[in-house]
């Protein structure tokens, strides 16, 4: 008796749980969810690009490492025939040599002077991308409003968009319109996206929908726009859905 | 290396163009959209002609004010008050200074027309965006002079329509049982009214009691309930020719009678020996079908608006359950 009680309960109980979820979500503003997700996978993304010049990176590292050791026992003789004349001055002179000279007279020392070259290149390289990845930052930061920045654009619109109260819930009525705006907020441009689906015969109700947000967005009229960062909002996507208002 | 990472860089460089900013706007206002109805424009001859028929000054502002009153109690809508027009209703009717009309706030404009043409009335309208600048919407009819609450009705619909999405319910009547007199002696009398409440008309003379009156969604048939020579039948009412009838030809006592969606269909209980059951009458051809045949009290019966199927309050006589 007691193995199918246990059986249920587990049954029951998900779909409780996962209704919980979606309340949250849309509590916590569900549009933020996605540019979150897709925030985080450019910086995956960047990791990614790091992570594939890094390993070359430590290969070259160990490289020098293991082939200056004969050049040294190299160094070592030298310095022992060398400091017998003159043990503080050739000194110096030894560690040029051994730097620049001494590389080019036995083989592994070209090796090593190959793999300097390419460990500069590698260090060239991983400076020009450490640049772009502090670029795409840049505009990573800069490609969405800021949280509060965007409530501000929404919670003005809302006031000024009448929902007409008519319309089916049920229907898929999303109005997607695209502004070109001027520094202080004004419309330049706004353009229905599915501006064709306006004029079909059957869609009454989305050229409704449609005809609201274009008022909402003249009324509206200076948007409440950020101050600074003109060339990231100059355009702007709005996408009205009243299902969410017309269900409860 | 450098080529791989060139093309990896301009790789990398278009998400900046494809970064288009996107704000999803989920909530709106639920506040009455401010629109005002500018009186429609009558020239001077018709208005005298209109007089004469109607003993209406101004038949133009007495549409527009049926139209106003409309839009003002459907609770969607907030009718801008007239002083605050700054436009005159024959200019604003050819062509509306959008600046005069946002500058009261209005959102939405109704202008128009009327006009006295070989005995008839002649009603044009335009419903305007203020906000857009542009014509919503031009419809022109023709009717009888007596018509013209119906005009403004009708414009009343077209407007609610064009704005909510919503059809109009303004150009329908209202079928109710009136009551008059004192408890002892009430007189119930069968009446019909616009739904604003104009047009007020009784359509029985109080002689006997009635109730339920039902109307048919798809004429201007009312099925209800009369205690004609104290014996309660189902009647049927034509509203247009006052022609009355007594619904199928059954040896007791009918009631609670409704139409079915379609309108072809009367569905109602029929009581004998103290036992009630379910009914149905064609109107077409007059044919009677028994729908329910249980021991018990089967009344109420109501058709769902979308199926064949009905729900009815079955009553058993001993345990009285309610379905």
């Known amino acids: ?26 509590k916590t503003n569900i549009p933020f969810a996605p540019k979150a997700k897709k925030i985080i996978e450019k910086a995956k993304e960047k990791e990614k690009l ?19 050791m004969p050049e040294d026992k190299v160094k ?42 390419s460990k500069e ?40 968009w009448s929902i007409p109260l008519g319309l089916p819930y049920n229907e898929n009525l999303l109005v997607r319109i695209k502004l070109q705006l001027k520094p202080d907020g004004t419309v330049i441009k706004s ?58 | 290396m450098k080529r791989f990472l060139l093309i990896l860089f301009f790789f990398i460089l278009p998400f900046k163009a494809f970064a288009l900013i996107e704000v999803d706007i989920t909530r709106g206002n639920l506040n009455p959209l401010p629109i005002a109805v500018s009186p429609l424009s009558i020239d001077e001859n018709s208005r005298k002609n209109f007089e004469k028929i109607l003993k209406k000054k101004n038949i133009g502002s007495e549409i527009s004010a049926v139209v106003e009153n409309n839009l003002k109690t459907s609770g969607l809508f907030n009718p801008l008050s007239k002083d605050a027009f700054l ?45 857009a600048g542009k014509e ?24 609610y329509e064009r704005l909510t999405g919503e059809k109009g319910y303004f150009d329908t009547r209202i079928i109710y049982v009136a009551e008059e007199g ?35 969604p798809t004429n201007q048939m009312v099925t209800y309930l009369s205690y004609f020579r104290n014996l309660p039948r189902v009647y049927l009412l034509d509203i247009e020719t006052g022609m009355q009838e007594v619904v199928g030809d059954f040896p007791g006592m009918t009631f609670a009678p409704r139409f079915s969606p379609d309108g072809k269909k009367i569905i109602m209980s029929f009581a004998k020996d103290g036992n009630s059951d379910i009914y149905t009458m064609d109107l077409e051809n007059r044919i009677v079908e028994k729908i329910t045949n249980y021991p018990s009290i089967d009344t109420s019966p109501s058709y769902s608006p979308m199926e064949n199927i009905f729900v009815l309050i079955l009553t058993e006589v001993d345990t009285n359950k309610y379905i």
């Open chain 1, 1 to 26: 008796m007691s193995l199918p009680f246990l059986a249920k309960k587990p049954i029951d109980l998900p779909p409780i749980v996962s209704v919980e979820l979606i309340q949250i979500t849309e």
């Open chain 1, 50 to 68: 790091v992570s594939e010049q890094a390993p070359p990176k430590k290969v070259k590292k160990i490289k020098p490492d293991s082939v200056p």
């Open chain 1, 76 to 117: 070592k003789i030298e310095k022992i025939k060398e400091d017998k004349q003159n043990p503080e001055k050739i000194d110096n002179e030894v560690k040029q040599v051994s730097e620049f000279e001494k590389k080019e007279l036995f083989d592994p020392n070209n090796i090593a002077a190959l793999i300097d070259k």
């Open chain 1, 121 to 160: 290149e590698s260090a060239e390289a991983i400076n020009k991308t450490d640049k772009v990845t502090q670029d795409q930052q840049k505009n990573f930061e800069n490609a969405g409003l800021s949280l509060s920045e965007e409530d501000a654009l929404k919670a003005q619109i809302f006031g000024c």
């Open chain 1, 191 to 248: 353009e229905i996206l599915d501006h064709a689906r306006m004029n079909k015969p059957g869609q009454g109700f989305y050229k409704v929908l449609a005809e609201s947000a274009l008022r909402a967005v003249k009324l509206c009229q200076p948007l409440r726009v950020p101050t600074t960062g003109y060339e990231r909002w100059k355009d702007l996507q709005l996408n009205f859905d009243a299902r969410e208002m017309l269900e409860g």
């Open chain 2, 87 to 131: 436009q005159k209703p024959d200019i604003a009717n050819l062509k509306p200074r959008f600046e005069d009309w946002s500058l009261i706030k209005a959102q939405a404009l109704i202008t128009g027309k009327v006009n006295f043409v070989n005995e008839k009335l002649r009603v044009e309208f335009r419903l305007w965006d203020v906000l």
């Open chain 2, 136 to 159: 919503m919407m031009a419809i022109a009819f023709t009717t009888v002079p007596n018509n013209w609450r119906r005009v403004g009705h009708i414009i009343t619909d077209k407007v």
């Open chain 2, 182 to 216: 004192p408890k002892t002696k009430r007189i119930k009398k069968l009446a019909i009214m616009d739904q604003d409440g104009a047009n007020n008309k009784f359509l029985t003379l109080g002689n006997e009691l009635v109730l339920t009156p039902r109307f048919n």
